[in-house]
């Protein structure tokens, strides 16, 4: 499409893009009016590309600056400003033909990485620079492409599988050492591999699905390569052009099964147009990069291209099948919860179970233990207690004893003193003197033996001090006890709460398929209309899913259909068939023309 002035996506010069090319092939100067050479002013050479998205700021990858910039941040000196160049306009990478190869050379005012760029992974792998003045857009050599379009329902998922987007650049044309780079702006038709639908090559070579997604044929033989870096992966809607992805990275170049990585940009639209509007109050970001002819109350973004009828069914078929997927893993969920549900009931149970068999196992062997004790103590106690009042009456009695002894041993003294038998009253007191000794040594035993029996009363004390000891450790076992059924009544409150959240989940999933209902009815509602589309174009020409390209590459046939295109009459429609067929008959009017 030709650009009118200040609308982004179309050239002067319009793009040729040839189907089915063993790899790139060079593109008609200037007809991709918004690519930027990124170079070394040392040597002159590119080493990255980028895109004008506006007349001052260019959309690259953040990993061609990111050796200069990682110990800056956003602050650029003087040295930074002039070691790159961006040269706008350029068709050769050197000064070979100076009409085709009329540019721009500037520098850079800043350059501002996402600031969460991941080095190794490459997640995030995307810069803006701002230029050191502004652009004339007024120039035919110079443009700006459009971002993804703010509608986009889904724009995780955007580009659709199996897109036709198109590469550009000056990186090499060979992956070997021997490979050098392009002299000129080479330009390659890829078909977007979406991570979702086709994993199978893809999933290797990314490490976030919803900001990366890959590009290439699945035999390999057209990919991007080095020096391709940070340049745009294009795809054309309504005739105008918008970038849907950023070169990165990829395993070699032009390898089987190893698709090129590219940033996907339709994610990032909210954090380039608020940096971009931090620094520019002139005009408004958002109209800026939006397509003059978007219908803004289409709130379905259809592709009514007729090479892309196929897509949009790809498209919708893939939510669907998303949808399908969450409700999977919602049930997948349900089933884990309710599995953890049971282990938690066999566990509080046998827990439970054990818990209560030791308790009360512990609670009887203490209890026999307990009786056997007092049974014994109380026994032996009451045993030592009766020696030793039989000792204490016996010492009693002995001490009455010796006192009658020293009364009549003191009795017989003074009867001897006076008597005159006072041989038999000695002989009568050495024998009252020897049953005192007895008596004595009697007495001296029995004290022993009431030291013995208070000796064991002390043990049978440290015996009851142990059994009151047993007694505390008894309050604490049934104190766990009851810590355990406190236990118990927490677990049951959280297999309440499992419950309740399985109930959620089961609402959720009973909602996603309310949803997939509604997205398989939406899916047949766009089948039908794209069928009556098919329907209102068959009017026009013999093979509606190929007319726009027939009429560029058949004359003889445009003279045809351009006849049979006014013959028909349009009385015979609806007001509705009759725009449409108005539109349809304004858009083949240009075509022809062209």
């Not at 007809?31 to 050479?45: E, F, G, H, K, Y």
């Not at 971009?276 to 009514?304: A, F, G, Q």
Request: aromatic share 8%; glycine share 4%.
């Amino acid at each position: 499409m030709v650009r009118s002035p200040i609308q982004c996506g179309c050239a002067f010069y319009q793009p040729v893009i040839r189907a089915r090319i063993v790899g790139g092939i060079e593109s008609i100067p200037h007809s991709w009016p918004w690519i930027v050479s990124i170079r070394l002013a040392s040597t002159n050479l590119p080493f990255c590309g980028g895109s004008l998205i506006t007349d001052r700021y260019v959309l690259t990858a953040a990993h061609c600056f990111y050796d200069d910039l990682k110990k800056l941040g956003d602050k650029m000196t003087a040295a930074i400003r002039s070691k790159y160049l961006f040269v706008i306009g350029a068709h050769y990478s050197t000064e070979k033909n100076t009409y085709l190869n009329s540019h721009l050379r500037l520098t850079a005012n800043s350059i501002i990485m996402h600031p969460q760029y991941n080095t190794n992974t490459k997640i995030n792998d995307i810069a803006l620079v701002e230029l050191s003045q502004s652009i004339d857009l007024m120039d035919k050599s110079v443009g700006f492409i459009c971002l993804p379009m703010p509608t986009l329902r889904y724009p995780k998922a955007f580009p659709p599988d199996r897109a036709d987007a198109v590469a550009i650049g000056w990186g090499r044309v060979r992956e070997d050492s021997f490979g050098r780079a392009s002299n000129v702006l080479l330009q390659v038709e890829l078909p977007v591999q979406s991570p979702y639908i086709r994993p199978s090559d893809c999933a290797d070579q990314i490490y976030d699905p919803e900001r990366q997604f890959c590009a290439g044929f699945t035999q390999g033989g057209r990919d991007t390569c080095q020096g391709d870096s940070g340049g745009p992966l294009m795809l054309t809607y309504n005739q105008t052009w918008q970038i849907i992805g950023i070169t990165s990275y990829g395993e070699g170049c032009a390898r089987a099964h190893k698709p090129g990585v590219y940033t996907r940009v339709s994610v990032y639209r909210d954090w380039i147009n608020y940096t971009i509007s931090k620094n520019t109050l002139d005009y408004d970001i958002e109209l800026l990069n939006m397509p003059n002819n978007l219908d803004m109350n289409n709130d379905l973004e259809i592709w009514w291209d007729t090479d892309k009828f196929d897509l949009m069914h790809i498209f919708s078929q893939y939510y669907i099948d998303e949808n399908e997927h969450i409700r999977q893993q919602h049930e997948s969920q349900l089933s884990k919860v309710q599995r953890k549900n049971d282990q938690l009931k066999t566990s509080i149970q046998h827990l439970q179970l054990s818990h209560k068999n030791e308790l009360t196992a512990l609670d009887k062997q203490y209890q026999n233990r307990i009786e056997i004790l007092n049974k014994t103590h109380e026994q032996q106690l009451n045993e030592s207690q009766q020696k030793l009042n039989d000792l204490l009456n016996e010492k009693s009695q002995v001490d009455s004893h010796c006192l009658l002894l020293q009364e009549k041993v003191n009795g017989f003294v003074t009867a001897m003193e006076n008597s005159e038998h006072a041989d038999v009253l000695l002989c009568h007191v050495d024998t009252l003197e020897k049953d005192r000794t007895s008596l004595q040594t009697v007495l001296e035993l029995k004290n022993k033996e009431i030291a013995q029996l208070r000796t064991k009363l002390h043990e049978q004390e440290n015996q009851l001090i142990d059994i009151k000891a047993l007694r505390k450790r008894v309050d604490m076992a049934e104190n766990r006890n009851q810590d355990l059924e406190y236990l118990l009544r927490q677990k049951q409150l959280s297999e309440k709460a499992a419950v309740v959240e399985r109930d959620v989940l089961k609402e959720q999933v009973t909602q996603l398929e309310r949803d997939s209902c509604q997205l398989k009815f939406e899916n047949e509602t766009l089948r039908y209309r794209l069928r009556e589309r098919s329907f209102s174009v068959s009017m026009i020409s013999d093979k509606p899913a190929r007319l726009p390209l027939t009429l560029i590459s058949i004359p003889s046939q445009q003279e045809r259909i351009r006849d049979r295109t006014y013959s028909i009459s349009t009385t015979m429609l609806t007001s509705h068939e009759n725009e449409h067929i108005t539109r349809s008959l304004s858009s083949l009017n240009c075509i022809l023309n062209r």
